[in-house]
């Protein structure tokens, strides 16, 4: 009996010492988003002063839809819902409006206290508008304190309290597919530089150019189609693919990716749709030549490699001698071997098939033999139901021999695809 006394009051000790860390915890992120929307609304007498400089309208149905989008688009990567995230930039766009009024009002009356100064609306204030809204969004996703205490000159409390009452209806998806299946969107990284699994000729800048192909390409149409939603392509690259799925930015990885122990740690992967390995690529004219790793890794070889992925992973692994030269455009490495300033490319097995193909001047070193065995599958973030849902559409794929179908599509292709 003693002991559970003991223990009981150390719980009620521990609880008391506890609550100033939690209050202060509270009060400073309620303080967090409080600063953030002041600060976004501080930039409202910037605006005003752009637009009164220039005779234009304070509203801009246009700007405002554009910005609404932007918004729901950022939310989504914090998961927060559709309708709670676009609620409250409405609500943030009123308020900012009410202080460009506000301004335009007090220009009206003294003239003599209009800016001179130039406001520079695109280079300086709108990257900082988008900067705070996603810092915002992030602060939006924890549970949001009251934002009553706002203070800014020509903001009415009618438009304090409905923001404050927009944060408090934020509401947060419990899982990617409810959030995929509610926002209407399903967000795919793809870095476009992968062929035959994803690719796109040129700059990869219009992220939802129709020009995307590839196997994967192909299978995430059809997976928009089967949740009948529609698909936004997010470009990534392989330096950034982990950290662009751990930040939000997309709900499934689809670009050829390999199963690493590494990205297992912390992501998911469907089941495996493809089996393959590293293999070398060579100039035809070399064949012979690097039949093997031990003549490959020589100090005359030029050895080529794309950054961020497995590739350059096993090359730091197992290349010791050979001269190592990093290219950052997957798309065009294949020309470095073409044009001789490049001896080896070591990669997976169905690129170098697809490339051969492609290239009569480029065979494989060592023909049906790889160095590695590695399997790829789709990059998920850690969430079992969706998992379980990607599993379920890829194994009726596989099944009815689609997956196959595509493989035999691209891989039979020539020319650029």
């Known amino acids: 009996?003693?002991?559970?006394?003991?223990?009981?009051?150390?719980?009620?000790?521990?609880?008391?010492?506890?609550?100033?860390?939690?209050?202060?915890?509270?009060?400073?992120?309620?303080?967090?988003?409080?600063?953030?929307?002041?600060?976004?609304?501080?930039?409202?007498?910037?605006?005003?002063?752009?637009?009164?400089?220039?005779?234009?309208?304070?509203?801009?149905?246009?700007?405002?839809?554009?910005?609404?989008?932007?918004?729901?688009?950022?939310?989504?990567?914090?998961?927060?819902?559709?309708?709670?995230?676009?609620?409250?930039?409405?609500?943030?766009?009123?308020?900012?409006?009410?202080?460009?009024?506000?301004?335009?009002?007090?220009?009206?009356?003294?003239?003599?206290?209009?800016?001179?100064?130039?406001?520079?609306?695109?280079?300086?204030?709108?990257?900082?508008?988008?900067?705070?809204?996603?810092?915002?969004?992030?602060?939006?996703?924890?549970?949001p304190s009251s934002l009553t205490q706002m203070s800014i000159k020509g903001l009415s409390n009618a438009a304090v309290l409905s923001l404050d009452n927009a944060a408090r209806a934020i509401e947060v998806y419990p899982d990617q597919l409810s959030q995929v299946l509610d926002s209407g969107v399903l967000r795919v990284g793809t870095t476009g530089d992968y062929a035959p699994f994803s690719h796109r000729p040129g700059s990869t800048s219009d992220s939802n150019s129709t020009q995307w192909t590839g196997i994967d390409i192909d299978l995430a149409h059809n997976l928009a189609l089967f949740l009948d939603v529609e698909i936004l392509w997010v470009h990534t690259s392989w330096p950034k693919l982990m950290n662009d799925l751990h930040s939000g930015h997309y709900d499934i990885g689809m670009s050829g990716i390999s199963i690493t122990p590494k990205r297992l740690k912390t992501a998911f992967f469907s089941t495996p749709y493809h089996s393959g390995g590293k293999t070398p690529i060579i100039r035809c004219s070399d064949r012979g030549r690097y039949s093997s790793l031990q003549n490959i890794d020589l100090p005359t070889t030029r050895l080529i490699v794309n950054p961020g992925g497995t590739n350059q992973k096993f090359v730091n692994s197992n290349i010791h001698r050979a001269m190592i030269l990093v290219h950052n455009d997957n798309r065009s490495i294949f020309d470095e071997l073409i044009m001789d300033r490049a001896d080896v490319m070591i990669t997976d097995q169905i690129e170098v098939q697809l490339q051969v193909g492609q290239h009569p001047e480029l065979c494989a070193a060592m023909r049906e033999e790889t160095l590695t065995f590695s399997q790829k599958a789709f990059l998920l973030p850690q969430d079992k139901a969706w998992k379980n849902y990607i599993d379920n559409w890829l194994g009726s794929r596989l099944q009815s021999g689609l997956v196959k179908q595509r493989f035999d599509a691209h891989l039979s292709a020539r020319g650029d695809i």
């Open 1 to 143: 009996m003693a002991r559970n006394i003991f223990r009981n009051g150390r719980r009620i000790l521990n609880a008391v010492l506890l609550l100033p860390a939690l209050l202060m915890s509270t009060n400073t992120f309620a303080n967090e988003l409080l600063d953030l929307v002041e600060q976004r609304l501080g930039y409202m007498k910037d605006v005003a002063a752009y637009k009164w400089q220039r005779d234009l309208p304070i509203e801009n149905r246009e700007r405002e839809n554009v910005v609404l989008v932007a918004a729901v688009q950022t939310g989504l990567r914090f998961k927060l819902t559709k309708g709670s995230s676009r609620h409250f930039f409405e609500v943030q766009i009123d308020a900012a409006k009410e202080v460009q009024n506000y301004w335009y009002e007090q220009w009206r009356q003294n003239p003599e206290a209009v800016p001179t100064g130039s406001v520079d609306l695109d280079g300086k204030v709108r990257p900082a508008l988008i900067n705070l809204g996603e810092r915002i969004s992030a602060e939006l996703a924890r549970e």
